[in-house]
Structure formats: structure tokens, C-alpha cells
């Protein structure tokens, strides 16, 4: 299982960035697909996801600006990021898990595979 993210890059406040997270290794359309970030000297947190390519979550904080969205057929998930602000700066990670619960959605410990990590950086 390979996860592999790309589309980070330095960015002005207000601009738009869409992450790519190519997948493969594994039937992508049977597992729950998200973005988590860690922003430096902070933990990791949960961003968005695909629960199985049935429902959408998102972080109180993305919701309106970002959107999570899969491609089954190319094995893709995407963030598009839109209205960044500067406390979006953070390295973004991708992330699949085939069995956990919906509840579960946003605990990084219950997902299985993780990609390399994409850097974004908003300037103000």
C-alpha cells in the first residue's frame, strides 16, 4: 500500500492550493480516505474525509473553504483548499483505512496508511 501526496507550495493568504494523494496497493474505493495536518510545534489534526466514498467530514475550521473529493477510477483523493489563511500552514498528510467506524473519522491512530506529506504555507 502506497500512499503518495503532492500540490503543496507557497501561497499568499486568499489564494488556492488542491493537494493530490495518488494511491495504490489497495481497492481505494472501499476505504475511508482523509487529510490530517500538523502545523509546526503542534499535533497533528484531522482536515477532511471520504468515509468510504459515502459521507464527507470536515474540521470546523476548513468548512466552506476546503473540500475533500475522490477519483475511484485513478485512485485519487483531493483537498481543495480555497481562501487560505495563514494558520493553514502546515504540512498535509494523506491518509486510508479500510475498517474503521464512521465515529472514528477523525483520530489519526485509527488509520492504517499514511503518505509522505505535502508542505503548505500561506504567507499573510
Known amino acids: 500500500v502506497q500512499l503518495q501526496a503532492s500540490g503543496g507550495g507557497l501561497v499568499q493568504a486568499g489564494d488556492s492550493l488542491r493537494l493530490s494523494c495518488a494511491a495504490s496497493g489497495f481497492t481505494f474505493r472501499s476505504y475511508t480516505v482523509a487529510w490530517f495536518r500538523q502545523a509546526p510545534g503542534k499535533e497533528r489534526e484531522f482536515v477532511a474525509a471520504?468515509?468510504?466514498?459515502?459521507?464527507?467530514h470536515y474540521t470546523d475550521s476548513v468548512k466552506g473553504r476546503f473540500a475533500i473529493s475522490r477519483d475511484n477510477a485513478k485512485s485519487t483523493v483531493y483537498l481543495q483548499m480555497n481562501s487560505l489563511k495563514p494558520e493553514d500552514t502546515a504540512v498535509y498528510y494523506c491518509?486510508?483505512?479500510?475498517?474503521?467506524?464512521?465515529?472514528?473519522?477523525?483520530?489519526?491512530?485509527?488509520?492504517?496508511?499514511w503518505g509522505q506529506g505535502t508542505e503548505v504555507t500561506v504567507s499573510s
Open positions: 471520504s468515509f468510504r466514498g459515502t459521507s464527507l
Open positions: 491518509a486510508a483505512d479500510r475498517t474503521l467506524i464512521m465515529s472514528s473519522t477523525q483520530n489519526d491512530q485509527a488509520y492504517d496508511y
